[in-house]
Structures are given as structure tokens and as C-alpha cells.
């Protein structure tokens, strides 16, 4: 760094600092647990919608983008989070990489409408995921805020693609 120069910011606003020290062993293994599974459940999410974008300039493409985008942030927070705790991502998370590809690939081959429910379902899956987490883990304060808002972009998602459906098929029955 230069003398007399001010740092640059890294995290962007956000402050990083280490947490869970007040949780019982139990509930750090809980926590470790819960974050593990919603970081590889948003790295699915991350590569299905990266694998169902074509280079189509359309609306549903725009939509699957800024899906991408907020799926992205969450992979994030997710993995800021494990670290904060002093834990590390799954081993397996690979696994979680090649399923949400395999996925992606697979409804973008078989059309916009597969694109669309694929992206209901798994919404849906992570919902449940969610509510299942939030209400079973002692989370801290801010993780749980932070665990609530993702959900709150994942029900987000589904009133996104349920509207794409239905104007979708509207079109289809003019």
C-alpha cells in the first residue's frame, strides 16, 4: 500500500467478522450442516440456470440472467458464512455442480415451457429447504436475516417463471 493512501474497501460495504463462538458444539454442527446443504443447493441452482441461458436475445433469457445473478449472491453469502463460522464447503459440492448442469442442460434442450417448470420445481425444492432450515437451526441474528432474504428471492423466482408460464400459454391459446 502507498503511505498516506486509504485501503481499499474489499468486501464491498460488508462487514466480515467471525461468528458462532456462543453456539454449542451441536449447534455449530447444525450449522455447519444447514449451510453446507443451501451452499451446494444454490451452486445446482447457479448451473442450471447457467446451462438453460442460450444467446437469444428474448425475455426469458434476461430472466435467467438476473436468476443467475441472484443465485450467484447467494453461493456467495453462503460460502462467507461457512467461512465466518470456520468451516469449509462440502467436499462433494462438485456433485451439486454436475446435477445442476445436467438439469439445466437438459429442460433447455427440451424447450422454453421445461425451462420454465424446471426452474418452478427446483424453486419450490429450495423453499422447502429453507423453511426446513430456518425453523431447525440456532442460527445467529444476521445469518438467520440472511437465510430469510435468499428465501425471500426464491419465492421471487417462482412467481417469476409461474408469470412466464402463464403468459406463455396465453399466447399459445390466442
Request: hydrophobic letters at 40%; a neutral charge.
Amino acid at each position: 500500500m502507498i503511505p498516506n493512501e486509504k485501503p481499499v474497501e474489499l468486501t464491498q460495504g460488508k462487514e466480515i467478522r467471525f461468528r458462532g463462538e456462543d453456539r454449542s458444539k451441536a449447534a455449530r454442527r447444525e450449522i455447519r450442516a444447514g449451510l453446507r446443504t443451501l451452499h451446494r443447493l444454490e451452486i445446482m441452482a447457479v448451473n442450471i440456470y447457467r446451462f438453460q441461458i442460450t444467446n437469444k436475445r428474448s425475455e426469458l433469457n434476461r430472466q435467467l440472467i438476473h436468476g443467475l445473478d441472484i443465485e450467484i449472491q447467494h453461493a456467495q453469502d453462503f460460502l462467507v458464512l461457512l467461512y465466518e463460522y470456520g468451516f469449509k464447503p462440502a467436499f462433494w459440492r462438485g456433485i451439486f455442480w454436475l446435477v445442476g448442469l445436467a438439469f439445466g442442460f437438459s429442460s433447455r434442450l427440451r424447450g422454453e415451457r421445461a425451462i420454465l417448470k424446471m426452474g418452478v420445481w427446483v424453486e419450490k425444492k429450495a423453499v422447502e429447504h429453507y423453511d426446513e432450515l430456518i425453523e431447525s437451526i440456532d442460527w445467529d441474528d444476521e445469518s438467520r436475516a440472511i437465510v430469510r432474504k435468499n428465501q425471500a428471492d426464491e419465492y421471487h423466482h417462482i412467481d417469476m417463471w409461474q408469470t412466464l408460464l402463464r403468459k406463455m400459454d396465453e399466447a399459445a391459446g390466442e
